[in-house]
């Protein structure tokens, strides 16, 4: 059973940073996509960053120059540094990562992990 586990939320003062970091478990498939999502209380999830096995990244425009994703593929993991943290932020962080075998890709998500930023 393939397993995501995250690590890295907290509270923190808003200006601060926190660093999310998820590792991707019990699988020999190749991972292809990594990302980050997250969901505020009444709202929908959604995206907040994600990452490409070759690297390309893309970012949802709120935290663009703010947060910075990155990944090891040799490990099987994922990180988010987060930095000017805003209460907007806080939310359920998610991990999610898109498992390819043979020709089906399947998507895989952590257990999350909660960010709170105070004003």
């Known amino acids: 059973q393939v397993q995501l586990v995250e690590s890295g939320g907290g509270l923190v003062q808003a200006g601060g940073s926190l660093r999310l970091s998820c590792a991707v478990s019990?699988?020999?498939?190749?991972?292809?996509?990594m990302g980050w999502y997250r969901q505020a209380p009444g709202k929908q999830r959604e995206l907040v960053a994600v990452i490409t096995s070759g690297g390309s990244t893309d970012y949802a425009d709120s935290v663009k120059g703010r947060f910075t994703i990155s990944r090891d593929n040799a490990k099987n993991t994922v990180n988010l540094t987060m930095n000017s943290l805003k209460p907007e932020d806080t939310a359920i962080y998610y991990c999610?990562?898109?498992?390819?075998?043979?020709?089906?890709?399947?998507?895989?998500w952590g257990q999350g992990t909660q960010v709170t930023v105070s004003s």
């Open positions: 019990r699988t020999s498939y190749r991972i292809d996509v």
């Open positions: 999610k990562a898109v498992l390819v075998v043979v020709t089906w890709k399947y998507d895989y």
